[in-house]
C-alpha cells in the first residue's frame, strides 16, 4: 500500500483485455502458522486478443518470492524481475508454457483480512477484489479465467477440515510427513481469482442434502466452531429455500456435488460468494431464538440467499473489470431482495429496503463521495463496494422490470443467462440482452448507471372540474455530483394512482386509454400528463412501491398525506405518506423552532392502529419515525443535529402520549403465546409490540421504564429482551445501567450479542457517551482487530449517533479520526469505512462544519497512509 500521491487513477475507458490468459492453475498450499508454502503452477497462454509481444506481468502485494520454474527447469535472474507486488517476464519463452512460482507466506501476521489470513487459529482466504495477488503472483483481474486444482497440505491435528472450491477428488495421509494430511479439490468451472478460496481448519460440519429440479443430489455443509453446530439450522433452511427460489424463478440450477459454507469471526465485509465455498461472517450464520433478535434471522435469510444466488449472477457469469461491479451486486441485491419479499411480506419487506437505500444510498449521492452506479474511474476499488453498487444498482434492476413488465423481465434475463454464461461480462452485455428480448431500446436507460445523484421530481397537479380533467406537471433534474455538472434527462418509470376523496382509486387514464400497469414514464426535463374522466379532484399517490430511486417535491397538503396515510390502496405510499407527516414537522421543528402540532399525525396513526387488515410489521414500520440522519439529510444544509435530535424526541413523545391508551392494549394484545417462532408473522407482531414498549417508555411516568425493565427480564428471546434493553438504552434513568450489567453478565461469552451491548451503548445520545466508548475500547470483550467489534462500538457511534459523533466541540470528529489512523496500519478497509461517517460534514452547520472539515484534514495530511483511507480523506474535501 503506497500513498495516494503515487497511485494512479484507473479509469474505465483505459481497459485493455489482458496479455495473457491462464487456462489451468495447480495450486499446492502447505499450511503453516507463518511460513505458508504455496506453488503455483499456471498454464499461462498468449491472449489472441493482446498485444504482439506484451510481456508477461503478474500482480502481487507484499509476496515473498522463493522459486520460479518454467516448464520444470529454474529461471535465470536474468529473464524476470520480482518484486513484492509484480512479477515480470520481459521476453516470455513461448506463447504457451507453464510457469511455476513458489511464495510463502505468514496468514498469522496478515491484520488486513485480505488474502490468506487467520481467524481464531483457523485458516481461511478473502480474495474479492484484489486478494489473490496476496498468495501468488497473478493476472489477479476479474477477465481471467482459470480452471482450479487445489491441493491443500496441513496438520491435521491443526487443521482437520480442508476445504476449497468444487468438488474434493481425493484426501489422506501425507506419506512421509508424519501428522500431515492433505486434500485435493477441483473445479471444473473457470472462474476469475476473486472466486478462490481456502479453508483450513478445526471446524464442525452441519451436513444436509438438496436434489436439483433436474435430480442432480448436491451435499450441504455449513462449517462453524466446534460447539456452534446447533445454531446454522436456519442458515441451512435459508439456504435450501433459496437454492428451491432460484430455480422456481430464474431456472437457475446449482452446478457443483457439493455447497460449503464457512462461517468465521474475523471477516470485513459479510459474507464472499467464493464458488461452492461461501466464506461468511458468523453474524449471518449463526442464531438461536436467545441470542438472535428477529433483524439478525433477516440478515442472515438475506445474506444465505444473496451468495448462493451469486453462484449464477457473479460467478457464471462474472464482471469484465471492477467498473462492472453492480453487473454482480446490483443484480444479485435485486435477487436477494425478491427472494425475502416472497419468503416475508413483499410490502414490508419494499419498506425496509427503501429505508436502508435512503438512509445510506440517498445520503452517499448528496455528499462529496457520490458517483456513478458504475464509476468511471478509481483509486482503490474496495472504496467501491457502496450503497450506491449494491442498493441503487439494485433499484436499476427493478426498474428494468416495472419498465419491461414480467415476462419482458424474465425474457432477458433467460437471454443473458444463454448468451452470456462462462463469460465476464459487461453491463453493455446485460442491457442488450434485454434490449434484443424485448425490442426496446434502452439507450436512454443506460444513462442510470453513468449518472450520479438522486434525480428529483418536481410534480403539481392541476384540477379542471368542468372538463373533468387533471394535470400533472412533472420536471425532473438530476442533482451536479463530483466530476459531473451537467445531466441529461432520466428514463424514470413513475408508479401512480389518482385517489378519491373518499380514499378508493378514480380511473387512471390518458386520453380514452387506461395507463397500463399504471405507470406513466418520465423520460423529458418537463412533461405534462392530462388525465380524464374524474368527477372530482384527485390526490395523486406518486411513486408508488418506490418504482424510481427518486425524491418527488409534491404540492399536497397535510391533508392529502392523511388521506393517502390512512387510505392509499398502495401500501409503500400509505406508509410514505405517513412519514412524509411526520417529516415535514420534523424539519419545521428543528429548523425554526416550530411548534409540533401533533393533531393530524396522532390520528393518522389511530387510524392505522385500527385497522384490522393491516399486517403489523407494516404498522410498525410505519409508526417508526424517521430517523435523526433522514431529517439532516431533508434538511440539506446548516444542519444542527442537536436541534433535530430534540425535534424528534419530543414528536415521539407526544405520541407516545397522546397515543397511551391504545398503545398499552396493544402490547397487552401482542403479549407472546407458546414459544418463540422465526416466521415473518410472529416477528410483526414481535416489532409492532417493541414499538408500543419504547413509545410507552416516554409517555414520562414510572411505568413506562417499568414495563421494559419487566420485558427484558422475563423475555424468553433476544428479539424482546434487546427490544426493551433499546428502549431502556434511550432513558437517563437507573434501570439502564442494572440492565446493561445484566444483558452483559448473561451474554458476556457470546461476542455477537456482545455486540449488540457495545452497539446501543454507542447510540446513547448523552454527553458522556464518547467517554463511555473510550473506556469500552479498553474493556476486554473489545478488539481493535475484529472487524466486527469495532464496527459495532465505533462505527455505530460513528455512523449511528448523530448528537455524540457531531458534538459541536468536535471531539466526537477528533475521535474517530483518530481510531481511523489506529486501525489504518492494521486494516485499512475497515479504517476506510469509518472515515466515511464524515461524508454529509458539508451539510452541517458552521461551527461542527468547521471542526469536521480539521479532522478530516488531519487524517488527509497524515503520512504514510493506505490508498484506502487517503482516497476517502480526499474525496470527502474535494
Ligand atoms: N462480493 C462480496 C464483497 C466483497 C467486498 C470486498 N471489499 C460480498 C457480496 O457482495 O456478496
Ligand atoms: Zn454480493
Not at 493476472?139 to 486444482?149: E, N
Not at 512421509?176 to 485435493?184: E, L, M, Q, T
Not at 380514499?503 to 414514464?521: F, K, R, T, Y
Request: hydrophobic share 40%; proline share 6%.
Amino acid at each position: 500500500m503506497s500513498h495516494d500521491t503515487e497511485t494512479q487513477l484507473i479509469r474505465l475507458a483505459d481497459y485493455r483485455p489482458p496479455e495473457w490468459l491462464v487456462e489451468t492453475v495447480h495450486l499446492d498450499v502447505s499450511l503453516h502458522p507463518t511460513q505458508t508454502r504455496v506453488t503455483a503452477r499456471l498454464a499461462l497462454k498468449r491472449n489472441p486478443k493482446g498485444t504482439v509481444g506484451a510481456p508477461v506481468v503478474l500482480e502481487g502485494d507484499g509476496l515473498t518470492l522463493v522459486r520460479l520454474t518454467i516448464d520444470g527447469t529454474p529461471l535465470a535472474g536474468s529473464s524476470y524481475s520480482a518484486t513484492p507486488d509484480r512479477l515480470t517476464l520481459p521476453n516470455p519463452p513461448a506463447d504457451d508454457f507453464a510457469l511455476e512460482i513458489e511464495t510463502l507466506l505468514d496468514p498469522t501476521a496478515n491484520t488486513q483480512l485480505m488474502g490468506l489470513y487467520r481467524s481464531s487459529g483457523n485458516y481461511c482466504t478473502q480474495c474479492e477484489p484484489e486478494g489473490f495477488r496476496r498468495i501468488t503472483y497473478f493476472p489477479d483481474r476479474p477477465d481471467v479465467l482459470s480452471v482450479y486444482t487445489t491441493r491443500i497440505e496441513a496438520d491435521k491435528e491443526e487443521a482437520p477440515v480442508l476445504l476449497s472450491n468444487g468438488n474434493l477428488e481425493k484426501s489422506g495421509p501425507v506419506e512421509d510427513k508424519p501428522g500431515r494430511h492433505y486434500a485435493v479439490w477441483h473445479d471444473p468451472w473457470p472462474k476469475p481469482s476473486y472466486l478462490f478460496a481456502l479453508v483450513g481448519g478445526k471446524l464442525a460440519k452441519v451436513a444436509d442434502h438438496f436434489v436439483t429440479a433436474s435430480g442432480k443430489p448436491v451435499e450441504l455443509g455449513i462449517y462453524v466452531e466446534q460447539g456452534k453446530e446447533k445454531l446454522a439450522g436456519y442458515a441451512m433452511d435459508s439456504l435450501k429455500r433459496s437454492m428451491r427460489w432460484d430455480e422456481e424463478k430464474f431456472g437457475r440450477e446449482y452446478d457443483l456435488d457439493v455447497f460449503n459454507i464457512v462461517a468465521v469471526s474475523d471477516f470485513n465485509m459479510g459474507a464472499m460468494e467464493n464458488k461452492g465455498l461461501n466464506v461468511f461472517n458468523d453474524k449471518y450464520v449463526l442464531a438461536s431464538p436467545q441470542t438472535a433478535t428477529d433483524g439478525d434471522y433477516a440478515g442472515i435469510e438475506g445474506v444465505i440467499a444473496h451468495e448462493y444466488f451469486h453462484n449464477w449472477t457473479g460467478n457464471r457469469i462474472t464482471c469484465r473489470d471492477w467498473f462492472q461491479l453492480c453487473l454482480k451486486e446490483g443484480l444479485t441485491v435485486y435477487r436477494d431482495q425478491e427472494f425475502s419479499a416472497d419468503a416475508r411480506s413483499r410490502p414490508v419487506k419494499r419498506i425496509s429496503d427503501v429505508r436502508v437505500l435512503k438512509a445510506a444510498q440517498f445520503t452517499e449521492d448528496g455528499g462529496p463521495l457520490a458517483h456513478p452506479v458504475r464509476p468511471n474511474a478509481y483509486r482503490e476499488i474496495n472504496n467501491f463496494y457502496t450503497a450506491t453498487v449494491y442498493q441503487k444498482g439494485a433499484e436499476l434492476v427493478r426498474m428494468l422490470k416495472t419498465l419491461l413488465g414480467e415476462r419482458g423481465f424474465r425474457a432477458g434475463m433467460d437471454l443473458y443467462f444463454q448468451n452470456h454464461d462462462g463469460e465476464a461480462a459487461t453491463i453493455e452485455d446485460f442491457l442488450s440482452s434485454f434490449a434484443e428480448a424485448t425490442g426496446r431500446n434502452l439507450s436512454q436507460f443506460a444513462l442510470w448507471y453513468e449518472q450520479a445523484g438522486t434525480p428529483q421530481l418536481k410534480v403539481s397537479g392541476t384540477y379542471d372540474a368542468s372538463a373533468g380533467t387533471y394535470r400533472l406537471d412533472v420536471t425532473q433534474t438530476v442533482p451536479p455530483t463530483p466530476g459531473q455538472s451537467d445531466k441529461q434527462p432520466m428514463v424514470i418509470p413513475l408508479a401512480l394512482g389518482l385517489v378519491g376523496p373518499n380514499g378508493a382509486d378514480m380511473p387512471l387514464m390518458l386520453g380514452n386509454q387506461p395507463v397500463e400497469n399504471g405507470v406513466v414514464e418520465i423520460n423529458q426535463a418537463q412533461q405534462s400528463f392530462l388525465f380524464t374522466g374524474l368527477d372530482a379532484a384527485p390526490v395523486p399517490s406518486l411513486n408508488r412501491g418506490f418504482s424510481a430511486p427518486v425524491n418527488v417535491v409534491s404540492d399536497l397538503t397535510q391533508k392529502d398525506r392523511v388521506l393517502l396515510a390512512t387510505s392509499d390502496s398502495d401500501p409503500f405510499n400509505r406508509f410514505d405518506a405517513f412519514q412524509g407527516i411526520a417529516l415535514d414537522m420534523l424539519k419545521a421543528a428543528a429548523r425554526e423552532g416550530r411548534e409540533l402540532h401533533v393533531d393530524a399525525l396522532s390520528s393518522a396513526a389511530h387510524r392505522l392502529l385500527q385497522d384490522k387488515a393491516l399486517d403489523p410489521a407494516f404498522k410498525a414500520q410505519t409508526l417508526s419515525l424517521p430517523g435523526e440522519q433522514e431529517v439532516a439529510r431533508e434538511l440539506g444544509q446548516n444542519v444542527d443535529p442537536d436541534a433535530i435530535h430534540t425535534a424528534r424526541k419530543t414528536l415521539h413523545e407526544a405520541l407516545g402520549t397522546t397515543l397511551q391508551a391504545e398503545f398499552t392494549t396493544l402490547y397487552q394484545d401482542l403479549a407472546p403465546e407458546g414459544g418463540f417462532k422465526a416466521d415473518a408473522a410472529s416477528a410483526g407482531r414481535r416489532a409492532l409490540r417493541n414499538l408500543a414498549l419504547d413509545y410507552l417508555a416516554t409517555t414520562a411516568t414510572a411505568d413506562g421504564i417499568a414495563r421494559a425493565l419487566t420485558q427484558f427480564n422475563v423475555a424468553d428471546n433476544m428479539t424482546e429482551r434487546f427490544a426493551a434493553l433499546a428502549t431502556l438504552s434511550r432513558h437517563d434513568v437507573p434501570e439502564r445501567e442494572q440492565a446493561l450489567n445484566a444483558f452483559y453478565n448473561q451474554f458476556q461469552n457470546d461476542p455477537l450479542v456482545i455486540d449488540k451491548w457495545l452497539m446501543l451503548q454507542a447510540q446513547i445520545a448523552a454527553p458522556d457517551t464518547l467517554d463511555r466508548v473510550k473506556g469500552l475500547m479498553t474493556h476486554t470483550a473489545f478488539s481493535l482487530a475484529n472487524p466486527n467489534r469495532v464496527r459495532a462500538l465505533v462505527g455505530v457511534f460513528a455512523h449511528g449517533n448523530p448528537t455524540q459523533f457531531n458534538r459541536a466541540d468536535g471531539a466526537g470528529y477528533d475521535f474517530v479520526a483518530d481510531v481511523v489512523l489506529k486501525l489504518d496500519g492494521k486494516n485499512p478497509q475497515v479504517a476506510s469505512r469509518l472515515l466515511s461517517s464524515f461524508r454529509s460534514w458539508r451539510q452541517l452547520e458552521p461551527v461542527r462544519r468547521a471542526a469536521a472539515e480539521s479532522a478530516l484534514r488531519r487524517v488527509a495530511e497524515t503520512q504514510g497512509l493506505s490508498v484506502d483511507v487517503a482516497d476517502i480523506a480526499t474525496r470527502s474535501l474535494a
